[in-house]
């Protein structure tokens, strides 16, 4: 299997910075305030720890001994069941919270509200952006994305060095990595600072956070967790909520079981349907899909197994969401990585238009497809896919008999677009795919969703 080009050769990703960031809940174990240098120091220990654990087929064990390199380095003089024991309390914490809407603005917001785990904690409807705001009337921009397989994603790089990648570091997979459609933080705690203030998602304060903690049933384990003074400081107490998400997000269990059919097929114990296998082969062929070029199926040289995503930013031209509340205004675009809701890389042109590749796992359980939700089905992504190139006429806008083609990214940033198969060919040339093919690469896509049982299809 090729790797996606602008990319050099690709594998799973070596470091995670999901499972990075459960260092940092050390630091709440010893009453250190967050982010400081000790969190940072152990970032490089955790994410070989985390590979190990990967690479170990039972992840439940795996997070043990995940959790044991992290917490050594940065324990302080806790026992390791001192650890174990911060780490149970803030993930139930973690996940009440996860659940609980008088943390936001207008008391009915949680962030199960947008991530249903029904759903693989992405909407449990098929609206292109949710609503959300003081009022409950403020549309977002973007698609939710799932939860799950985070722990997966590398910290943000520009210049990707996969250590994975047969000791030749000096290949350049281009900007790979972080949380976020655009990639712009790396930590779950980090990132659930964003909806929980955003104007358009949960429209809070850490004032309000503290209050609605104090105001909790949960406000007496929260003290227990964080020490009897925390809920006196909003700061200390946004601070902890913050790590709390985080390391709910991190149960192997809930988030990364690896349950799914093609798990089962991987590890000798499914076979594949006719019409999974001929979708399989139609998904990593270079000539027609070249789909695992960017969504990794196959397992790592270390026994890893894939995370249909190798996290890089890339530029694949989706039409523009005219339903979009933004949309409305003709000169906006959302950029991704070069802005505007990312802002440190803005004014840099290559990084226009690039949107972080999404895992394919549990895709099937989606409603809203593509950073801008404009798809709802995963036959119209496919189609997509497919005809593209070959026919833009049934994706883009056709204005006075010419075809408006990649009308979602001004003309000067379409160098960054991606021209990999699929995205090699011309109108006169066939499709990618026929449909048979599409349903083929559908029914594979179909094995990707957790919880599969032995005897079911
Ligand atoms: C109003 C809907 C909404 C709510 C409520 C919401 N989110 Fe999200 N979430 C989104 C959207 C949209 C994105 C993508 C944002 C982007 O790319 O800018 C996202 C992205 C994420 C990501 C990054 C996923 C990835 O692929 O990198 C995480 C983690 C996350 N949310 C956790 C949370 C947590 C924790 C909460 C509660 C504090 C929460 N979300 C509340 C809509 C929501
Ligand atoms: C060059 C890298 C690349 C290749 C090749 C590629 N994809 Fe993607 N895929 C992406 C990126 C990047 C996105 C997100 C694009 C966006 O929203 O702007 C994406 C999004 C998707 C989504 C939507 C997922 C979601 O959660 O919204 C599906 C489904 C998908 N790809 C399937 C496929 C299939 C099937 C193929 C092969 C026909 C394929 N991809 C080939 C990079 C790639």
């Known amino acids: 299997m090729r790797a996606r080009s602008h990319g050099g050769v690709r594998r799973q990703a070596g470091r995670f910075a999901m499972a990075a960031a459960l260092s940092t809940l050390l630091m709440a174990c010893d009453g250190n305030a967050p982010g400081s240098a000790n969190a940072d120091a152990t970032t490089g220990s955790s994410g070989s720890a985390s590979r190990a654990q990967d690479a170990n087929a039972n992840a439940r064990a795996g997070q043990g001994a995940n959790l044991m390199k992290i917490a050594a380095p940065a324990q302080g003089g806790q026992t390791r069941a001192e650890v174990y024991a911060q780490v149970r309390r803030m993930t139930v914490l973690g996940k009440q919270m996860f659940f609980d809407p008088s943390l936001s603005g207008s008391g009915k917001m949680a962030c199960a509200s947008c991530h249903s785990p029904d759903h693989a904690f992405t909407p449990a409807n098929s609206l292109d952006v949710q609503i959300g705001g003081t009022d409950m009337r403020r549309p977002g921009m973007r698609a939710v994305p799932t939860l799950k397989y985070l722990q997966a994603v590398p910290a943000f790089a520009e210049h990707y060095h996969d250590s994975d990648d047969e000791g030749d570091e000096s290949v350049d997979a281009g900007p790979t990595g972080g949380l976020t459609w655009d990639g712009r933080v790396d930590r779950g705690s980090d990132q659930a600072r964003i909806p929980l203030l955003s104007t358009f998602e949960m429209a809070s304060s850490p004032k309000k956070v503290a209050e609605a903690v104090r105001a909790a049933p949960y406000a007496d384990a929260f003290r227990e967790a964080f020490g009897a003074r925390v809920l006196s400081d909003d700061d ?172 979602d990214l001004p003309r000067r940033y379409w160098v960054n677009l991606n021209t990999d198969p699929p995205f090699d060919r011309k109108p006169g040339d066939a499709p990618v795919f026929s449909n048979a093919e599409i349903k083929d690469v559908i029914a594979f896509l179909d094995t990707l969703t957790d919880g599969w049982q032995p005897g079911a299809h």
């Open 236 to 407: 200390a107490t946004f601070k902890a909520v913050l790590k709390s998400l985080e390391t709910f997000e991190q149960s192997p269990e809930v988030f990364y079981p690896y349950t799914s059919k093609y798990d089962a097929y991987l590890a000798g114990n499914a076979t594949l349907t006719a019409a999974e296998l001929r979708g399989l082969q139609l998904f990593n062929d270079e000539k027609k899909g070249n789909c695992a070029s960017c969504h990794i199926s196959q397992r790592a040289k270390d026994g890893s197994p894939p995370q249909f995503s190798d996290f890089g930013l890339i530029a694949v031209g989706v039409p523009r969401n005219r339903a979009l509340a933004v949309n409305h205004d003709r000169k906006f675009f959302d950029l991704g990585a070069c802005g505007p809701e990312r802002t440190d890389l803005d004014h840099r042109a290559e990084f226009c238009g690039l949107f972080r590749t999404p895992t394919l796992r549990n895709v099937a359980l989606k409603k809203s497809f593509f950073h801008n939700g404009i798809y709802h089905s995963l036959e119209d992504v496919l189609r997509f896919y497919a005809r593209r190139d070959t026919n833009p006429e049934a994706f883009y806008p056709v204005v006075k008999g010419r075809v408006q083609k990649f009308d």
